[in-house]
T-cell receptor, first 115, second 109 residues
Framework: DTGVSQDPRHKITKRGQNVTFRCDPI?????LYWYRQTLGQGPEFLTYFQNEAQLEKSRLLSDRFSAERPKGSFSTLEIQRTEQGDSAMYLC?????????????FGEGSRLTVL | AQRVTQPEKLLSVFKGAPVELKCNYSYSGSPELFWYVQYSRQRLQLLLR??SRESIKGFTADLNKGETSFHLKKPFAQEEDSAMYYC???????????FGTGTRLTIIP
């Protein structure tokens, strides 16, 4: 499968623990996005990278959240001191340079459950 | 700020009947509108976008700026249309997609 890959697919953690999610975009896609989806809601934008530069961050991304894309390829999303409200599906998406359709290619998501 | 509203959380339609999934938006500028679909056990994927004005899998959607709507329509529903549908808006030149809350469409055989 050459689509967007996310790991782990499921994570159960206790409140207060740190978690990290990884996203591998489609090869040659220079734009990478993180979204969060809670039950009954649509995906909500968290942050956006163009190559290694983080160009936009949502106000949803509190100080406990940090995202990186150090070499412009894979990205990590870390949540520190998790809270029950962080329980959600974390979606990664990518799209290629020069594509004008605006289409995002999504991964299958990483589901976080905070106990 | 932009907002997308999908008033129906659930919609059930008999096979062969017409389908209309409603989407309204609020944004003062010129938006780009999209419909994304998520079939069971599959990832979220683009169905269609208003700029292309094409029909995908028999679905069409017309942007009505006067009514600020982008309703998704299909004249004859098929069982494989059962899925979760999300309407999404993007400001021109911006990378952020704003999604609605989604409509779960069930086609009754």
């Amino acid at each position: 499968d050459t689509g967007v890959s996310q790991d782990p697919r499921h994570k159960i953690t206790k409140r207060g623990q740190n978690v990290t999610f990884r996203c591998d975009p489609i090869s040659e896609h220079n734009r990478l996005y993180w979204y969060r989806q809670t039950l009954g809601q649509g995906p909500e934008f968290l942050t956006y990278f163009q190559n290694e530069a983080q160009l936009e961050k949502s106000r949803l991304l509190s100080d406990r959240f940090s995202a990186e894309r150090p070499k412009g390829s894979f990205s990590t999303l870390e949540i520190q001191r998790t809270e029950q409200g962080d329980s959600a599906m974390y979606l990664c998406a990518s799209r290629p340079r020069g594509q004008n359709t605006g289409e995002l290619f999504f991964g299958e998501g990483s589901r976080l459950t905070v106990l | 700020a932009q907002r997308v509203t999908q008033p129906e959380k659930l919609l059930s339609v008999f096979k062969g009947a017409p389908v209309e999934l409603k989407c309204n938006y609020s944004y003062s500028g010129s938006p780009e509108l999209f419909w994304y679909v998520q079939y069971s056990r599959q990832r979220l994927q683009l169905l269609l976008r208003h700029i292309s004005r094409e029909s995908i899998k028999g679905f069409t959607a017309d942007l009505n700026k006067g009514e600020t709507s982008f309703h998704l329509k299909k004249p004859f529903a098929q069982e494989e249309d059962s899925a979760m549908y999300y309407c999404a808006l993007k400001r021109f030149g911006n990378e952020k997609l704003t999604f609605g809350t989604g409509t779960r469409l069930t086609i009754i055989p």
